[in-house]
């Protein structure tokens, strides 16, 4: 490390922010540091049966500083003065009202536990109501200002997230001047911004999710917001009309940050964006390759030419934004708005007899950690057939194909020899072929692809669900060797940022930590789970027609 200089990745989660110190000549990490959100842990703020999920600034600010310096006192006194540069990745679209100075109205007197005034996490579907009404209020228009987005608007987005709020809050309504992307604050934070008209907006987050496009010259006009709801009258020109790309500096660590981190001020602080687009750039992502990040819910990023998709747009994705994953290329992103979470929730309701009823800490403790890997276990060897018991993975809404998460989940076929293995089973195939409809729908609007990479908690760590992924898809599947994808991408954009590197082509290709493994599929089960596949589809389209 004699001739090194280094970078920091800043991976901020659902669950915590994680931050890793990297070598920029091999990628190799240096040291790391995950904080999980402690008021987040409680449940503050929460009300999972209305779907509300908000997240207080001080967490991610406590989290931000506990994790450099403990990354800095791991790695030894020399090293600090070598750092060059930051790069962070959010979950997204999380936004948050702000006054003037692009404060959360958290961190005012007043607003300290209103969870309006909080971050409105990603899997928030309290707008659902506000999504429904852009997705008709669009259809009068002449310019489409959805064709970017899949031609679908979903209430863990932006706009649907601002109106909800704004109706819903009188107090924050007097208060809210502007609505920030988690991504861009950071990085605002970090720089000492304190005018919000300066704050450096990723196209990451205005792209994907606040219909941004340079296709119809930024935002969509305020008559468009203002005649849907008079309450956003005015908020464009209290947003921005430039957007940056993530290897494009935000500005140098402000003096109060410094001395917090114990760091120069000449560190470059870089652009800011959304997790599963760094991630798929720290995953080493090629052209028209499915970069799966997988784990509460999953984004799929797929990147091509610009030129090869002039003409194209995909209906029912997340959005396709040049810039947005590699600058210079179109950036695509899909996903499922529950993976890991439709585990998590099978665990949970298996585990709530132990978590009541047993007095044992360190039980209750070991049922928890053992669940997932034990129903996998015994999963994996249970016969394939046609009609076993069949799931749709719809617990948290669908993402997509077709964003609309007012749909619910099912599981059909069961009798007296169900056991939690075999229901296990069926909601690891559901995901599964949550996964390969996205396929299906990249494949139908002509985008090929050519293979699948995974990347995040899930692949690395579940062989079974991996397995099963790769019979359904009838693809093989490469599993990348980093296990930090998301905070390596996010140093691989400070490398960037900081001028060591030109392109974010070549942080990938100097600093990607490459493959491990490659799950091929079974050709004895991939027919049978094709017309299993087929069946979720029906069962699919049944859900929806009672959901109307």
């Avoid at 990745?9 to 000549?25: F, K, P």
């Avoid at 800490?361 to 276990?377: G, P, R, V, W």
């Avoid at 619910?408 to 076929?413: D, G, H, L, R, V």
Wanted: charged share 20%; net charge negative.
């Amino acid at each position: 490390m004699a001739g090194s200089s280094f970078v920091i990745g800043v991976d901020y989660g659902t669950d915590s922010v994680r931050s890793v110190l990297v070598d920029t000549i091999d990628g190799k990490e240096i040291a790391s540091s995950v904080f999980y959100y402690p008021r987040w842990k409680k449940g503050s703020f929460c009300n999972p049966s209305v779907n509300q999920f908000r997240q207080h600034p001080l967490d991610y600010m406590e989290g931000l500083e506990t994790t450099i310096t403990a990354c800095l006192q791991q790695a030894g006194k020399d090293i600090a003065g070598r750092v060059k540069a930051i790069g962070i990745d959010t979950t997204g679209s999380s936004p948050v009202a702000v006054d003037k100075t692009g404060t959360p109205l958290a961190l005012l007197p007043g607003f300290e536990d209103n969870p309006n005034a909080m971050f409105v996490l990603w899997k928030d579907h309290t707008s659902v109501k506000e999504a429904a009404e852009i997705n008709k209020h669009a259809a009068r228009f002449e310019t489409n200002y959805l064709q970017f987005v899949g031609g679908i608007y979903s209430s863990e987005w932006f706009w649907a997230k601002l109106l909800h709020i704004l109706r819903e809050d009188e107090m924050l309504r007097t208060h809210c001047y502007s609505f920030v992307e988690h991504c861009d604050w950071i990085p605002f934070l970090l720089t000492g911004g304190n005018d919000v008209h300066k704050m450096k907006r990723g196209v990451c987050s205005a792209g994907h999710k606040a219909l941004w496009a340079s296709g119809f010259g930024g935002l969509p006009p305020n008559e468009f917001f203002s005649s849907l709801d008079p309450l956003l009258d005015g908020f464009t020109k209290r947003l921005f009309t430039e957007t940056y790309t993530a290897d494009e500096p935000a500005g140098n660590l402000s003096t109060e940050w410094a001395a917090k981190l114990g760091l120069s001020t000449d560190v470059v602080i870089a652009v800011g964006a959304f997790d599963a687009h760094m991630g798929a750039v720290g995953g080493q992502v090629e052209p028209y390759h499915l970069s799966k990040v997988m784990g509460t819910s999953t984004c799929d990023m797929l990147v091509a030419p610009v030129e090869e998709m002039e003409g194209k747009l995909v209906k029912g994705i997340c959005g396709q934004v040049p810039g947005s994953v590699i600058p210079g290329m179109m950036g695509l992103e899909a996903g499922q708005s529950a993976f890991g979470d439709v585990y998590a929730w099978f665990r949970n309701l298996l585990n709530w007899p132990v978590e009541h009823l047993c007095k044992d800490e360190n039980i209750k403790q070991q049922m928890a950690d053992q669940l997932i890997a034990a129903l996998s276990s015994e999963a994996a060897k249970l016969p394939l057939h046609v009609s076993d018991e069949l799931a749709v993975d719809w617990l948290n809404g669908r993402r997509t194909p077709d964003a609309d998460q007012s749909v619910k989940a099912a599981i059909i076929n069961l009798n007296l020899g169900t056991d939690a293995p075999r229901i296990f089973k069926a909601l690891v195939e559901a995901t599964c072929f949550g996964a390969r409809a996205i396929v299906e729908r990249f494949v139908e609007q002509g985008i090929p692809v050519k293979g699948l990479i995974g990347l995040g908690g899930v692949a690395k760590k579940s062989p079974y669900i991996m397995q099963v992924m790769a019979d359904v898809m009838n693809m093989p599947i490469r599993i990348h060797r980093s296990e930090q994808t998301c905070a390596a991408g996010a140093a691989m954009f400070a490398a960037t940022a900081a001028g060591i590197y030109s392109r974010v082509e070549d942080a990938m290709n100097a600093m990607g930590q490459g493959f491990d493994a490659t799950y091929n599929p079974n050709p004895a089960k991939t027919s049978l789970y094709t017309e299993r596949y087929n069946r979720y589809k029906e069962l699919g389209n049944f859900i929806e027609q009672q959901n109307t």
